[in-house]
């Protein structure tokens, strides 16, 4: 019998890729903020069991997506927390909207996703939490004060979880991504790209594809052996 999956952020470029992978695996249960995106990415996959609409900078719109899930009676066997967002400024001009509403989409939905479904997972005594970081929360990074606080926090926060559930046969691990192809680098101009691959030791820039096998490795049996770690997928970028 196949286990379900949830994915948050499925209609960015790296959550697409996670999709496409776990489907061969895993029913799908899919969340971001694009109701046509979604339901143009669920018709097209048959592992799809439900696809739903969230804003998780919002935690009334996460309960009701909770609320969502225990209605129909959804067990998640694996949760990955793949949904983020950036709205940079140099720290010195960087105001409290700018700073609450990425610590909300990044790190306190996770912090209230894991809360309920790691519940269920606990009662199944399975269960695979899977959370998307970002190098720069190891590194740092100009103008980013807010979005590395919020990866650094999940890095730590995944730790405490991995310690309390283990217990119970639940994982808890990060995949921390480095320079990944995306729409955003799509728009670089070649000399910017020289400049970026120059620091990549692999001289390449990485593939959404790159994430999601790592996600389908650390949603499987094979990794039950692997809590409380993080994964770098940078090309040797950051060496940590």
């Known amino acids: 019998m196949k286990k379900n999956a949830l994915i948050t952020g499925a209609t960015g470029g790296i959550g697409m890729a996670i999709v496409d992978i776990l489907s061969k695996k895993f029913n799908l249960i899919l969340v971001a903020r694009n109701e046509e995106k979604l339901e ?51 720290f010195l001009r960087m105001n409290t909207e700018k700073w609450e509403n ?28 899977i959370n998307i970081t970002s190098v720069v929360g190891h590194t740092g990074n100009l103008g980013q004060a807010n979005y590395c606080a919020s990866k650094a926090g999940i890095i730590g926060m995944s730790k405490s979880i991995a310690l309390e559930l283990a217990k119970r046969n639940v994982t808890v691990n990060c995949i921390s991504p480095g320079f990944i192809e995306s729409n955003m680098t799509d728009l670089l101009t070649d000399n910017q790209k020289e400049i970026i691959l120059k620091k990549i030791p692999l001289q390449t820039i990485g593939s ?33």
Not at 41 to 56: F, G
Not at 78 to 86: C, H, M, P, R, S
Not at 104 to 127: D, E, Q, V, Y
């Open 40 to 90: 143009k990415l669920s018709s097209k996959n048959n592992s799809v069991l439900q696809y739903i609409k969230c804003d998780l900078s919002n935690p009334n719109e996460i309960k009701r997506l909770i609320e969502k899930i225990n209605v129909d009676t959804l067990g998640i066997d694996v949760l990955v927390n793949n949904a983020g967002i950036t709205d940079d400024s140099l």
């Open 208 to 240: 959404p594809y790159d994430v999601a096998h790592c996600v389908n490795f650390l949603a499987s049996d094979e990794s039950r052996y692997i809590t409380g770690e993080t994964i770098h997928i940078n090309g040797g970028l950051a060496m940590l």
């Open 102 to 129: 990425v610590i909300n989409t990044n790190l306190s939905s996770n912090f209230h996703l894991t809360s309920h479904i790691s519940k269920i997972m606990i009662k199944k005594k399975w269960g695979r939490i």
